[in-house]
């Protein structure tokens, strides 16, 4: 990677694909969009909305915003909003450094949270939510999101809430259950795909910024082949950028040409937007192997947690642990917890007692198990093996231990989840991550926890020493209960 730098007079890589605020482009309408954004914010009080499509900026514009908010704006960052409608609130109470007992209710939550933010605002301070990926989150955890706008003194809004999704986001607030929510969207913004002008300046600009000095190095051929590939996307920019430098340095060229560019097209396989039937078609074909790769593995999650999978030479796959989910209106409530003088065994030294959240259990019937077990099979065999050993984990830990939520999300998204584990892995070494699978009777749910912890406070020490990778994504303290 040296070599490749100084072949082109670099300082640093110029298309890194994660977020890199000082390669923030202002042209594309960027620019006008952030300055628009922190007016809203500022001045507005009402829930903001920015979409856009995968791959098209907004982690960057919302990363950008973050850094460019005055100081008297209290940022609550939650990049992974895959969240139940309880965890939400747990998180934001987490990043706005509140002491929550451990029996606190989900109404406790909320009114430590309002009685926070009137403290906050009675210091002149002003509260913005930033929902990064808002399109993943669950219906519910969006009815949280409409609530929390109702929090207030009789003169102003305590809390701005700004949404950044896909355009899944737009046809979820289009269902007509979702029209009080949608209702209270004053701003929306759209990040539009970049023209093929907007294209050669944006990579001339990142070239400079990571200190290149030389003329223009891609070609307008190039940079043809690379707008019309990329669909306008930044990310897909930046791919076939990187990847087209490495092929001319490979080759010993300082000049990037349709050459290079093709060679970068090919090895990313992506496709020309004729083809999006034949994907389809693809994808069709693979939803039947799936379906029958989920026959052959449903017994195996059939009917008990019990049931152990027989593992193959080079991997195991454990039953997915059952997660109790927020509680919901619609789903059936738990038996509420022992009472003071029902018997219930005292905690042991050392051991908090267990909140007295009033969960629903999760319940697995045949379709979600069928549904669970595909998506475990679509693990690589180390995280297969690492789901075996946080079962087991589960099975041996007293359930009024603590342990940290990493990341959760459903398991539409594995391979985030299973690149989340191994940078969780490289990060924590010589510990490492669990990894767990939970249906809630709603959906199918991926998660990656970390630590064990006698008491709730012990486990917010650990957070605060997690590397800052790993708290970006709001990480929070949890009971080993909610597993079983």
Not at 96 to 113: E, F, G, Q
Request: charged share 20%; net charge negative.
């Amino acid at each position: 990677m040296t070599m490749y730098l100084e072949h082109f007079g670099l300082s640093e890589v110029p298309f890194r694909i994660t977020p890199h605020t000082e390669f923030f482009y202002y042209g594309a309408n960027r620019g006008a969009t952030l300055n628009a954004l922190i007016y809203a914010i500022v001045h507005d009080e009402g829930i903001v909305k920015v979409s856009g499509e995968v791959g098209s900026g907004k982690t960057m514009l919302c990363r950008v915003l973050v850094e460019s908010l005055p100081p008297h704006v209290v940022i609550v960052y939650l990049s992974n909003p895959s969240l139940s409608r309880d965890d939400i609130l747990f998180a934001i109470a987490a990043d706005l450094d509140l002491n929550l007992p451990l029996n606190a209710r989900t109404s406790a939550v909320v009114r430590a949270l309002h009685e926070k933010l009137i403290d906050l605002h009675g210091q002149g301070r002003q509260v913005v939510v930033l929902i990064d990926e808002a399109h993943a989150m669950p219906m519910e955890t969006l009815e949280e999101i409409r609530l929390l706008s109702n929090l207030e003194t009789s003169h102003h809004k305590l809390l701005q809430l700004v949404m950044f999704g896909q355009p899944e986001l737009d046809q979820t607030l289009a269902r007509s259950d979702m029209r009080q929510l949608k209702e209270r969207i004053t701003q929306h913004f759209t990040l539009e795909p970049m023209r093929q002008d907007d294209i050669a300046e944006y990579i001339e600009f990142r070239m400079r910024t990571a200190g290149y000095k030389g003329p223009q190095p891609f070609t307008p051929g190039a940079i043809k082949l690379i707008a019309s590939a990329s669909l306008g996307l930044t990310r897909r920019v930046n791919i076939l950028a990187e990847k087209s430098l490495l092929a001319a340095f490979a080759d010993g060229r300082h000049e990037i040409t349709q050459k290079e560019v093709a060679a970068a097209i090919r090895d990313t396989a992506y496709d020309h937007p004729r083809a999006a039937m034949w994907r389809k078609v693809a994808i069709a074909v693979a939803v039947v192997a799936t379906i029958a790769v989920a026959a052959t593995l449903v017994a195996v999650f059939g009917n008990g947690s019990a049931q152990r999978m027989p593992a193959p030479a080079n991997a195991a796959v454990a039953p997915a642990p059952v997660a109790p989910s927020p509680p919901v209106a619609e789903e059936p409530v738990a038996a509420a917890p022992a009472s003071p003088g029902s018997g219930t065994e005292p905690a042991p030294d050392g051991v908090s007692p267990r909140l007295t959240f009033p969960a629903a259990a999760a319940t697995v019937a045949a379709i979600p198990k069928t549904a669970l077990a595909a998506a475990a099979a679509r693990l690589s065999p180390a995280a297969q093996q690492r789901l075996l050993e946080t079962r087991q984990w589960i099975d041996a830990t007293d359930s009024r231990r603590w342990f940290i939520q990493l990341v959760t999300t459903d398991t539409s998204q594995i391979d985030y989840a299973q690149n989340y584990l191994t940078m969780a892995d490289r990060l924590l070494k010589p510990e490492h991550a669990r990894l767990y699978m939970a249906d809630t009777g709603r959906e199918q749910r991926i998660g990656i926890i970390h630590g064990e912890f006698p008491s709730m406070g012990a486990a917010y020490a650990a957070i605060e020493k997690l590397p800052p990778e790993l708290r970006t994504n709001s990480p929070f303290p949890r009971q080993v209960l909610w597993l079983e």
